[in-house]
């Protein structure tokens, strides 16, 4: 029982989140909030998979659950939010929220199925191809 609380803890911070970002508007259309969210994510991910000490666990969820709630949040938010066609656009939002969650597992089971006797492997995949997103997305908003 215990252990579905600890491990659920990103989840009630994320429900968290999406209520503190519902009732302020100042992180709307700041690239700086998004940016730092997901540097934050990829760091706190890592660390829940790597770290054997459950109060880092538990703290690296409140990071995750934060970060987490913010990216979900304003890409549902900025989905909706631009031009007429706003459920075509809610449909895409929902197609890369289900990519994600279908290319991390795989991933992370390819790199464990490759290298079977490297610690952590899984979770040194996932956040390298995070990261790499990450770059990515800086760098489309430094091109523009």
């Known amino acids: ?3 579905g609380f600890f491990c659920s803890v ?3 911070v994320r429900i968290g989140a999406f209520a503190l970002l519902w009732l302020w508007p100042g992180w709307h259309y700041r690239f700086r909030w998004l940016i730092g969210a997901y540097a934050a994510m990829v760091t706190s991910f890592a660390l829940i998979l790597l770290i054997p000490n459950l109060p880092l666990l538990v703290g690296a969820q409140i990071v995750f659950g934060l970060a987490a709630g913010l990216i979900y949040y304003s890409s549902l938010f900025y989905s909706m939010d631009v031009g007429e066609r706003k459920s075509e656009h809610g449909g895409f939002h929902e197609a890369a929220i289900g990519a ?4 991390g597992p795989a991933i992370g089971a390819a790199a464990t ?4 006797d490297a610690a952590g492997n899984g979770a040194w995949a996932v956040s390298g191809v995070l990261i790499i997103g990450l770059a990515a997305l800086t760098w489309l908003r430094v091109r523009k």
């Open 1 to 3: 029982m215990f252990a």
């Open 10 to 12: 990103w989840l009630f």
């Open 100 to 103: 994600g969650s279908c290319a």
């Open 113 to 116: 199925h490759l290298f079977p």
